[in-house]
């Protein structure tokens, strides 16, 4: 290496590790500058009368214990028993059962404890985080940690309920572990919790239930609605008259890339269409796309993939103007005279689970697609009713459809308001009127 050499890559050393420097100064500025800004939030807070604490000084802290499983005569008593199997009961206010039980004795032999009603509990194992109201007396497991509010009277149950809910970001990136991530209990020595009177907690816990409400009943439709529009997509599947094979009302697609510019995507089971780097988190295609199959709007692909929602593959239309899709998919495009709508409907229905399935000649392979080939494929046969029978079934499953999405987005919305309410309230960014009534019918009440 040359003097001049040596000197550029000096410079260069010590351009860099002046960045490095500089980097570290500005972080631990901004830093300090957070800290200042939160310092000064917090002399706000207790002049408007809210108050910071340890959480161990205002609650009774307290966790479980899972009884020996080698005694049966531990095991399914009347005592409620909170476990990781209740995870999915977890966020959604009180907790009424428990998946398991145990006995007077099984409690009385190990450390297990009865918590209770009103006492908060949150997971810090698998699902770390999730939290609930015990409705009545029980006891966890040991992956709990639970806080008794009533004992020392400065907490309302539901404001620290939704107060940890606020914190579940923090929770989970505070775990570790390679196999399952769990809080240590340090963490939960150090908490600190601001939080206003009482009468002013319990009011933000109401408005906040009020949003909770309404997010159940959104959803109550929701739910409602979707079991409604599976019902009439099978009515109007169940007798499909006549029927052809699938190579006689479409042509297989084989164009591959013309080199322009188009959206790689593949075929996800719930969802249909996404990009290539939206579902493996790269773009798995690389800088060679000439193999792929060119779609166009409209034309129709086959995964022959094996998922839990579709085991015998997925068919899904493209929405998109244009993409490129792996060449093992199965891509045709329908006759012009059909309703692509209808047999988008009729794919999604699921009703050629039965005729793949006899098709198809083995179990998953390595690349875990299906032993499919494209002859047996396409001689799947589908229905062909009159064009105005595939009009009427496509608008009537369209509008369920329809309303199903805008059931979704409703309770979106709701759930986006109530994340942005929340950080307000429980941060008296936001004040509430205490002696003040909340409005009949909920947030979402046109």
């Known amino acids: 290496m040359t003097e001049q050499a040596v000197a550029n890559k000096l410079a260069v050393d010590r351009h860099g590790e002046f960045v490095v420097k500089r980097k570290a100064v500005e972080a631990v500025a901004a830093v300090g500058e957070a800290d200042a800004r939160g310092q000064r939030r917090r002399t706000e807070m207790i002049a408007l009368g809210w108050s910071n604490s340890n959480l161990d000084d205002v609650t009774l802290r307290g966790s479980g214990h899972t009884p020996s499983q080698q005694h049966p005569e531990y095991w399914d008593g009347d005592i409620e ?27 009385e032999k190990s450390s297990a404890v009865l918590h209770p009603a009103g006492t908060v ?6 699902g770390v985080g999730k939290s609930a109201i015990l409705r009545e007396a029980m006891a966890v497991s040991q992956h709990f940690i639970a806080w008794e509010c009533k004992a020392k009277g400065v907490l309302e149950p539901w404001y620290l309920y939704y107060w940890l809910q606020s914190r579940k970001g923090y929770f989970e990136r505070m775990a570790v572990g390679s196999t399952i991530k769990t809080i240590g209990l340090p963490l939960f020595r150090k908490l600190t919790i601001s939080h ?31 079991e409604a529009f599976g019902v009439l ?29 188009h959206t790689v995507m593949a075929i996800s089971a719930k969802t249909g269409f996404v990009a290539q780097a939206d579902k493996y988190r790269r773009d798995m295609a690389g800088a060679n796309l000439t193999n792929y199959t060119l779609l166009r709007r409209g034309e129709f692909a086959y995964n022959k993939g094996n998922s839990l929602t579709y085991p015998q593959g997925c068919i899904y239309a493209l929405k998109e103007h244009s993409a490129l899709v792996p060449n093992v998919y199965y891509s045709f495009r329908l006759r012009a005279d059909l309703n692509s709508s209808y047999y988008e409907h009729f794919f999604a229905s699921g009703a050629l689970n039965r005729q793949l399935a006899q098709r198809i000649t083995s179990g998953v392979r390595g690349n875990g697609l299906l032993n499919l080939n494209a002859d047996d494929f396409f001689g799947v046969k589908v229905p062909v009713p009159s064009r105005a029978t595939q009009d009427g079934a496509a608008d009537a499953l369209n509008m369920g459809a329809r309303k199903i999405e805008l059931l979704q987005h409703k309770a979106e919305l709701l759930r986006t308001q ?7 309230l429980l941060t008296g960014q936001l004040r509430v009127n205490v002696a003040a009534e909340i409005e009949p019918g909920g947030p979402d009440d046109d």
């Open 418 to 424: 109530k994340r942005g309410l929340m950080q307000k």
């Open 196 to 226: 206003p009177p009482l009468p002013e907690q319990r009011k933000i816990a109401d408005i906040l239930r009020t949003w909770d409400e309404a997010i159940d009943r959104a959803e109550t439709l929701m739910r409602a609605e979707i």
């Open 81 to 107: 028993w909170v476990s990781l199997a209740d995870s999915g009961k977890l966020d959604q206010g009180y907790i009424s059962a428990s998946t398991r039980r145990i006995t007077a004795r099984g409690m």
């Open 121 to 126: 509990i949150m997971s810090r194992d698998a």
């Open 233 to 261: 997509r099978r009515r109007l599947f169940l007798f499909r008259g006549h029927e052809v094979p699938l190579s006689e009302v479409s042509m297989h697609i084989t164009t591959k890339s013309d080199g322009a510019p």
